[in-house]
């Protein structure tokens, strides 16, 4: 048997307080985690709110000449894309490294401290989405709630089967209905099937494209005071 993938230790960056809460965000493809900064004061949790921000484990070259920035695996959605412009889709997708990506987040929350006793928040932006809900939906980790801004389904069939050992679960799912990167048709799908399956789904569907703008952080907002 060939030995198992090395799961990497992540580097992040940490803001706020001490916690509890903790609230840990993923962020997106050839993105940092310098780009989560702002939201430590846009975000409105308890005063005391620790706030974790991993880098993902690889390096992301950009095609438009702008500096390398940082991936959880490595993503080529042209092949998913579709003619119509309206985002690609990864439903039917099993990408080896987002069980990986998953493998280094839940290794990171362990470290941290996530338990049973004080479970974070967990979230994430367009691929950091997609990798947050690989942890949620395979595997049994404490979780308070799930933040998922302009994500996808991916192996739609293996997340379903996870949806309900999350019944009751809180999530929070944000997509523009122009996104021209992710199909916005597929994330109302993965809300409707999470709804079915018991999960408590706040659906904040908004005109735009791949972005988080005002208003979802407004809504993202009311969604965390009421946890």
């Known amino acids: 048997m060939s030995p198992s993938p090395r799961v990497p230790r992540l580097a992040t ?7 509890p809460p903790t609230i840990v965000l993923l962020h997106g493809y050839c993105s940092s985690e310098r780009d989560w900064v702002p939201f430590a004061k846009s975000i409105r949790l308890p005063r005391g709110t620790r706030f974790l921000f991993p880098r993902g484990p690889e390096t992301a070259k950009r095609t438009d000449g702008r500096p390398a920035g940082r991936a959880w ?3 080529d959605l042209a092949a998913d894309v579709h003619g119509d412009g309206l985002g690609a889709d990864l439903s039917a997708e099993k990408p080896q490294g987002i069980e990986q ?6 290794s990171f929350l362990a470290e941290q401290g996530n338990r049973t006793a004080q479970p974070f928040i ?4 367009s691929q950091g989405a997609m990798v947050a809900a690989q942890v949620a939906f395979r595997s049994d980790e404490p979780l308070r709630a799930l933040v998922l801004l302009s994500g996808t389904l991916v192996n739609e069939a293996s997340w379903k089967a996870g949806f309900t ?27 409707r ?35």
Do not use: C, Y
Request: aromatic share 10%; glycine share 10%.
């Open 193 to 227: 099937e999470m709804e079915a399956a018991g999960i408590n789904v706040t659906w904040f569907p908004f005109d735009g494209v791949h972005e988080t703008p005002a208003v979802v952080i407004t809504a993202l907002n009311q969604f965390l005071e009421r946890l």
């Open 101 to 106: 990506a998953a493998n280094a987040v839940r």
């Open 122 to 125: 967990l979230g994430g932006f």
């Open 13 to 19: 960056l940490t803001k706020g307080g001490k916690g």
């Open 73 to 75: 695996w490595h993503l």
């Open 165 to 191: 050992r999350r019944k009751g679960l809180r999530v929070f799912i944000a997509h523009g209905r122009a996104d021209p990167i992710l199909s916005f048709a597929v994330a109302e799908r993965m809300q």
